[in-house]
C-alpha cells in the first residue's frame, strides 16, 4: 500500500500532513507513506515515519499539467493520496472532474457548497453564521459595518488567512495585504463572536460518514491555533444532520468544520476545511483514527485498532534530525519585504495562489479589481451635489473647502425636528454644537438658529458663540481646558458646567463662591469604566468612587446637578456604545443614592458618525429618552453634543489633479493639489468622492480601483487617498471633490508647504 500526503508544515500555524503520517502509520505499520511537498523548507520532510519525500519545484516552476500527469500515474498505479493543504485540494478537485477512486479529497461541486463565509451546504447543522459582508461593498459601507460591530471584526479571504481589524487604516493595509498575497479581491468581513473555539473533524468516503470526533481547544498559540484540545464524541443533533450533509455533498477525504460557541450555547461556524484539520492525530491518541478509517474504507485492507489513550492531548516541540539527502539551506533566505503573511506559508502556498488565479481566474473566486465596480460606489446624497453644482468653479482656486449650504441647513433643521419630537411637557431633549468639531460662524448660526446649545472646550470658544449670538444661558463649557485664557470667563449665568476632574470642580466651586462664575446647571463628567480615557472623574474603585461622592457633596446647592458622560461611538462602535449608556445610567443612580443630589441634565456627549446620528428611524433614541425618564426621573433635560455629525457632512474639498503617471501594467498614479495637510482624516475613514467630467461638468462617483492619489507635499506618507478608480480620460487640470471633509478635515487642516 502507497499512501501520498502533503501539507508537511509544521511550524506554530502548522498543515496537518505529519498528524496524517502519524495516524496512518498506526493504522497501518507496513504501508509505504511518501510525504509530497513543494519546498526543502518546510520542516515536516525531516519526520522519520515517512518512507520516501516527492519533493517538487516550487508551486511557481511547477509545470502544473506535467505534474498533473505525474500524480495520476501515481494514483492509477494505486497510490493513495491525503491532501493537506486546501489549495492542492482546489487544485486536484480542478484536475480530476469525475474524481478519482484513489484521491481521497473532495469534489469540486462539494468545494463550491462549502465557500466562506456562507457555507451553504451546513445549513442543516445546528450552527449559525456570523454576520458578514463582502468587501465588494463601497468603502462607505464597509465602514459602517464595523462601527456598527464595535469594530471588532475580521477580514477574511476565501480560503486562507483572516486579519482582525480594529481601525479603518487596518483594515485598508489587510485589505491591500491579503488581495496580494492570496491573489483575490473576493474578501470579507465578518462580526467576531466571542467565546470557545472548538472543532468536528469528520472522514468520509463517497458520501459515507465514516467517523466524526468533537475538539474543544483548551489552550491555543498567539495566532489562535491550536496548543491542546480534548476530545469527546459528536453529539446526535450534530451527527445526524452532519451525516445527511456529507451525503448531499458526496464527500470524501477530511474535513473539518471551525466553531466558536458563545456564551448562550449557541454554535456559530466560521469555515469548513476540505482536509483533517492539524490537530488529527490528537484525535487518534482519544481512539478516534479517522485518516485511517479512511485510507480502510478506499484500499479495503483492515487498519489495525486505535486504542485511547487519553481523552486529552497536547503539543509538544521536538528536535528531529535532518535527513543527510536534504541539508538545511547555508543560511534562510530573507524573504524581501515579507511581514507575516509569506512567511507563514513557506510551502509556497501563495505562490501556488497566484498560478492557480493566473490560470483560471473563476477558481479562487472573485471579480478583478477593475471590474464590476457597479456596486462599490458610495451612495452621493443628493443635497451634495447639488450644493457642488451651485460652485462655480472657474473662479475656485484649489484646494478650497466648499461649504455645502443646503446640506448644512437640512442637518441642523433635522437635528432640531428629532429633538423636537422627542420632548415631552416635562423633559426637553436638546442639542449641543461642539464648537471645536468646526468652529465656523456659518455652522455655529445654524445651531443657534435651530435652537442648539453651543458647547465649547474653551473661554474662546464661549466668545465666539457670544459673537455669532448665542446667550450666555445658551452656552455649555466642558473639557479639561476650561480655564483657558484666563480672566475672560462671563460673568452672567452658562446654561451648564461640567467638570472634568476633582481639581476642575474645587476651582469652579471656588470660582463661584466668589462670584467669579454662575450657571445653571454644575456637574460631572464621569470616566466610562472598562473604556479607556483620560477624561472625566473615575468611578471604578471604591476608593475613587468616594472620593467622587465627596467632592459632588461641595458643590453648589443653588446650580442643578448633572452628569456628562463622551465615548466616542465612532470609535468603540455602536453596539457597544448604547451598552455603555445603559451601564451609565446604573452609575448616574448609584451617584445620586451616594450624594443625595438628584441628576437633572443628563449629557450624553458627541463623537457619532455621522450617519449613525443621522439614523433615520427615531427608534433607538426614543427607547434612550424612555430609559432615562424611568432610571432617572429627575431629569429635565437630556442633551447630545454633536460635533462631526452636523460639520462632517458640510463641508467638501475640491481639488485639481496636477499630473496623471502611467506606470507598469496599467496602473495610473494621480498628483492632486490637495493634500494630508487638508485631509489629516483621511486615515480615520473612508470620504466619498466625485470627479467632475472637464467638458461636460458633469460630476461622477469615483470608485475603487488601483490609483493612488498622491498629494502636492513632498513626503512619503502624504497619499490622500489609495485605491480609488479615476474616470477613463481623466486628464491633468480636471476637478475632483472629496465630501465628508467638513469636520476634523477642515478643523485640523494645517498651513504646509506653501512656501
Ligand atoms: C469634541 C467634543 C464633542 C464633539 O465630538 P464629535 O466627535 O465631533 O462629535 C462633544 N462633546 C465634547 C465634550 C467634546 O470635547
Known amino acids: 500500500m502507497k499512501l501520498y500526503v502533503s501539507g508537511l508544515y509544521s511550524g506554530g500555524n502548522p498543515q496537518p500532513g505529519i498528524g496524517i503520517v502519524r495516524s496512518l502509520r498506526e493504522g497501518f ?28 519545484r516550487p508551486w511557481d516552476e511547477l509545470d502544473l499539467d506535467a505534474y498533473g500527469e505525474r500524480v495520476r500515474e501515481k494514483l492509477d498505479a494505486g497510490g493513495l493520496w491525503i491532501s493537506g493543504s486546501d489549495l492542492e485540494a482546489l487544485w486536484l478537485a480542478d484536475l480530476f472532474p469525475d474524481g478519482h477512486p484513489n484521491l481521497l479529497a473532495p469534489s469540486m461541486p462539494a468545494l ?11 445549513s442543516g447543522l445546528p450552527v449559525r453564521i456570523p454576520t458578514y459582508t463582502s468587501t465588494d461593498r463601497s468603502d462607505w459601507d464597509l465602514h459602517a459595518f464595523c462601527r456598527q460591530h464595535n469594530w471588532r471584526v475580521w477580514l477574511k479571504g476565501p480560503y486562507y488567512d483572516a486579519a482582525r481589524t480594529p481601525s479603518w487604516d487596518v483594515f485598508e493595509a489587510a485589505r491591500n495585504a491579503l488581495t496580494k498575497v492570496w491573489s483575490t479581491e473576493r474578501l470579507f468581513l ?59 455533498l458526496n464527500w470524501t477525504g477530511g474535513g473539518e468544520l471551525e466553531m466558536v460557541r458563545d456564551a448562550a450555547g449557541q454554535l456559530w461556524l466560521l469555515e469548513m476545511n476540505p482536509r483533517f484539520p492539524a490537530w488529527v492525530h490528537g484525535a487518534t491518541l482519544a481512539g478516534q483514527n479517522l485518516p485511517a478509517l479512511l485510507v480502510e474504507r478506499a484500499s479495503g485492507m483492515r487498519a ?23 541539508p538545511l539551506p547555508p543560511l534562510p533566505e530573507p524573504f524581501a519585504g515579507a511581514v507575516g503573511h509569506s512567511m507563514k506559508h513557506p510551502s509556497g502556498l501563495t505562490l501556488l495562489a497566484k498560478k492557480l488565479h493566473k490560470a483560471n481566474p473563476e477558481l ?35 484646494p478650497q473647502f466648499l461649504f455645502m449650504d443646503s446640506t448644512a441647513a437640512s442637518l441642523f433643521q433635522r437635528a432640531a425636528e428629532r429633538s423636537h419630537r422627542l420632548s415631552t411637557n416635562d423633559v426637553t431633549v436638546a442639542s449641543g454644537y461642539s464648537i471645536k468639531t468646526n468652529p465656523d460662524a456659518r455652522l455655529i448660526k445654524l445651531a443657534l438658529d435651530n435652537g442648539f446649545h453651543a458647547e465649547a472646550i474653551s473661554l474662546l470658544e464661549v466668545h465666539k458663540a457670544l459673537e455669532v449670538g448665542f446667550r450666555p444661558d445658551q452656552v455649555i463649557l466642558n473639557g479639561p481646558g476650561k480655564w483657558w485664557p484666563e480672566g475672560i470667563m462671563p460673568r452672567e449665568k452658562l446654561h451648564a458646567v461640567f467638570c472634568d476632574s476633582i481639581a476642575d470642580l474645587d476651582r469652579v466651586v471656588a470660582a463661584v463662591a466668589a462670584g467669579e462664575m454662575q450657571s445653571a446647571h454644575i456637574g460631572i463628567r464621569i470616566r ?18 468616594a472620593r467622587l461622592v465627596d467632592a459632588v457633596k461641595r458643590l453648589p446647592p443653588e446650580s442643578a446637578f448633572g452628569i456628562h458622560f463622551h465615548m466616542a461611538s465612532a470609535n468603540v462602535g455602536v453596539a457597544q456604545w448604547w ?40 427608534g433607538k433614541f426614543a427607547t434612550a429618552v424612555e430609559k432615562v425618564r424611568a432610571m432617572l426621573p429627575g431629569v429635565r433635560e437630556i442633551v447630545s453634543e454633536p460635533g462631526k455629525a452636523m460639520a462632517q457632512p458640510s463641508m467638501a474639498l475640491a481639488m485639481r489633479v496636477l499630473e496623471i503617471q502611467e506606470h507598469e501594467e496599467e496602473e495610473v498614479e494621480a498628483v492632486v493639489d490637495a493634500s494630508i495637510a487638508e485631509l489629516p482624516m483621511y486615515f480615520f475613514y473612508p470620504h466619498r468622492m466625485l470627479h467632475q467630467n472637464a467638458r461636460t461638468g458633469e460630476l461622477q462617483p469615483i470608485g475603487r480601483g488601483k490609483t493612488h492619489l498622491m498629494g502636492r507635499l513632498c513626503m512619503e506618507h502624504d497619499i490622500v487617498a489609495a485605491n480609488v478608480r479615476l474616470p477613463e480620460g481623466t ?12 469636520g476634523y478635515d477642515r478643523s485640523m487642516s494645517y498651513v504646509f508647504g506653501r512656501g
Open 528 to 545: 466610562t469604566p472598562n473604556i479607556p480615557s483620560r477624561f472625566g472623574i473615575p468611578l471604578d474603585s471604591p476608593a475613587n468612587l
Open 112 to 122: 463550491d457548497r462549502i465557500t466562506k463565509p456562507a457555507v451553504e451546504a451546513a
Open 579 to 618: 451598552h455603555l449608556f445603559e451601564s451609565m445610567l446604573k452609575w448616574c443612580q448609584a451617584i445620586e443614592r451616594l450624594t443625595g443630589r438628584t441628576v437633572e441634565i443628563l449629557d450624553m456627549g458627541g463623537g457619532w458618525f455621522p450617519d449613525d446620528w443621522h439614523a433615520s428611524e427615531d
Open 304 to 326: 489495525m485498532p486505535s486504542p485511547c489513550r487519553a481523552e486529552e492531548f497536547t503539543r509538544v516541540v521536538l528536535e528531529v534530525p535532518v535527513r543527510a539527502e536534504y
Open 364 to 398: 479562487l473566486g472573485g471579480s478583478e479589481p477593475d471590474g464590476e465596480a457597479g456596486d462599490r460606489l458610495p451612495q452621493i446624497p443628493e443635497t451634495f451635489l447639488a450644493d457642488i453644482r451651485s460652485y462655480d468653479f472657474d473662479t475656485v482656486q484649489t
Open 190 to 248: 465578518q462580526a467576531h463572536v466571542s467565546g470557545y473555539e472548538e472543532s468536528v473533524m469528520l472522514s468520509a468516503y463517497r458520501g459515507e460518514l465514516l467517523g466524526a470526533v468533537s475538539m474543544r481547544k483548551r489552550d491555543i498559540t498567539p495566532e489562535g491555533k491550536t496548543w491542546a484540545g480534548d476530545v469527546s464524541d459528536v453529539p446526535a443533533d450534530f451527527l445526524d444532520p452532519l451525516r445527511q450533509m456529507v451525503k448531499a
Open 731 to 742: 486628464r491633468a487640470g480636471d476637478l475632483l471633490i472629496f465630501c465628508d471633509a467638513g
Open 29 to 56: 505499520p507496513e504501508a509505504s507513506i511518501v510525504g509530497v511537498e513543494y519546498s526543502n523548507r518546510v520542516s515536516g520532510i525531516h519526520w522519520e515515519e515517512l518512507d520516501e519525500l516527492w519533493i517538487q
